[in-house]
């Protein structure tokens, strides 16, 4: 159905399931949100200093340097090393969605407070503060794994997540304002990111 022109994947296999995994990622992302959140109170405060902005610039750079170096044929692997890009893919939307589901109404594109907002720790909150980042970071860094190119992925990981702790950042310090003790005694018992972050 797919092909590959640049011979970039292991077989014809991976050439067919790559795209279609990409888009269905994208796709549940786009859709989880708008089945799950319903409508949402008109937040009574706005605190996103201009987060949602770089998480988009950097997540835009992140993946075309990827993709660039990967065309540039610079620190290439190919085969297992491109599978577990798929893995990694996968581990990332089902992570995402999970945060997001359990998100709820409470889930916007920017960072602000609603009426009723609460600081969530069911599902994978129990564990990480910022689930739907982690499993963003894992799906972007899982493209570049799985169109081959190891120095691709360093940078994208570290791109991308410069843009989230800038976000991350915002969040914390607005949830603190609103929730105060309960949000900090919630961060001394979570990780931010991953285990051990």
């Known amino acids: 159905m797919f092909n590959d022109p640049l011979n970039w994947f292991p077989n014809s296999f ?3 399931a790559f795209p279609i995994l990409v888009f269905a990622a994208f796709l549940i992302d786009y859709l989880v949100p708008r089945l799950t959140a319903g409508k949402g109170a008109k937040p009574f405060e706005k605190s996103d200093r201009g987060s949602y902005f770089v998480i988009s610039v950097t997540v835009f750079i992140a993946l075309a340097v990827g993709i660039w170096i990967r065309v540039a044929n610079i620190g290439t692997l190919s085969g297992l090393f491109q599978w577990i890009g ?3 893919i996968v581990i990332g939307v089902f992570i995402r969605e999970w945060a997001l589901v359990k998100l709820g109404r409470f889930f916007s594109r920017t960072v602000q407070i609603e009426p009723g907002h609460k600081v969530i720790k069911e599902g994978p909150y129990r564990w990480i503060r910022h689930p739907a980042y982690t499993g963003m970071l894992l799906v972007d860094t899982g493209l570049i794994m799985a169109i081959g190119t190891w120095l ?34 919630y961060m001394s018992q979570t990780w931010k990111l991953f285990p051990g972050w």
Do not use: C, H, M, P
């Open 14 to 16: 991976f050439t067919n």
């Open 86 to 88: 798929l893995i990694v």
């Open 152 to 185: 691709g992925t360093v940078l994208t990981f570290v791109i991308i997540a410069g843009g989230l702790l800038y976000r991350i950042s915002v969040e914390e310090k607005t949830l603190l304002q609103t929730f105060g003790d309960e949000y900090r005694t």
